[in-house]
């Protein structure tokens, strides 16, 4: 079983940053592939950026590219979402995930995920 807590979220205004964070807390050491992953009211749990587990490689939604980039501490079990440039389109409820890792490749579907985190909240005021 795996327990995950993110924080980072809040408020803030147009064009600025964020960095979200979530820790994994696990009884058994593994390997793992993260994704973040977004939700806005009255919308579906959209994919946002992803990364296999040694961080060499990743992946994001569209919307967001160039603005959010997707880290990986290993040692703390920690992964990073820092968010740029952000926009009121980004406001939603941000969840991380994780998958046991067997390969080198991320994950970007909601399904493929076992194990969420409970959420933060982030606004983008206009």
């Known amino acids: 079983q795996v327990q995950l807590t993110e924080s980072g979220g809040g408020l803030v205004p147009a064009g600025g940053s964020l960095r979200l964070s979530c820790v994994a807390s696990?009884?058994?050491?593994?390997?793992?592939?993260w994704g973040w992953f977004r939700q806005a009211p009255g919308k579906e749990r959209e994919f946002v950026a992803a990364v296999n587990w040694n961080g060499g490689a990743t992946t994001y939604t569209d919307s967001v590219k160039g603005r959010f980039t997707i880290s990986l501490d290993n040692a703390k079990k920690t992964a990073y979402l820092l968010m740029d440039d952000l926009k009121p389109e980004d406001t939603a409820v941000y969840y991380c995930?994780?998958?046991?890792?067997?390969?080198?490749?991320?994950?970007?579907?909601?399904?493929?995920?076992?194990?969420w985190g409970q959420g933060t909240q982030v606004t983008v005021s206009s």
């Open positions: 995930a994780v998958k046991s890792a067997t390969s080198h490749q991320y994950y970007t579907e909601v399904y493929e995920y076992p194990y």
């Open positions: 696990a009884r058994t050491l593994s390997t793992y592939s």
